[in-house]
């Protein structure tokens, strides 16, 4: 069991940049793949990106490619997600998942466990 804990959202503008972490409890962090979803006011919970056990595939919901970054540190058990380019499209809640599978899940109802989320807001 993981139990993800999102941080690192907050206030910035368009163009700019944030790093959210989310540091995992528990000592089977390996065993899960983890993904970043976020959800904006009166819109469904949408894929951004996922990552691999290993931390070798990363997968990148369209709008993400090329501005976002996910990244693993299995040492620390936690998952980064590096944004850059910010657009306020991009204001959300943030979420961490982890996914009891090897390579990892563009799918909400595929994973097994949730943050609470992190709020991300992009002023123009």
């Known amino acids: 069991q993981v139990l993800p804990a999102e941080s690192g959202g907050g206030l910035v503008q368009a163009g700019g940049s944030l790093r959210l972490s989310c540091a995992t409890s528990?000592?089977?962090?390996?065993?899960?793949?983890m993904g970043w979803f976020r959800q904006a006011p009166g819109e469904e919970r949408e894929f951004v990106a996922a990552?691999?056990?290993?931390?070798?595939?990363?997968y990148y919901a369209t709008s993400a490619k090329g501005r976002f970054t996910i990244a693993r540190d299995n040492a620390k058990n936690t998952v980064y997600l590096q944004m850059n380019s910010l657009k306020p499209e991009d204001t959300a809640v943030y979420y961490c998942?982890?996914?009891?599978?090897?390579?990892?899940?563009?799918?909400?109802?595929?994973?097994?466990?949730w943050g609470k989320g992190t709020l991300v807001t992009v002023s123009s």
């Open positions: 998942a982890a996914d009891l599978s090897a390579l990892g899940s563009r799918k909400p109802q595929d994973m097994d466990y």
């Open positions: 528990g000592r089977s962090f390996t065993y899960y793949a």
């Open positions: 990552i691999s056990r290993s931390g070798a595939s990363t």
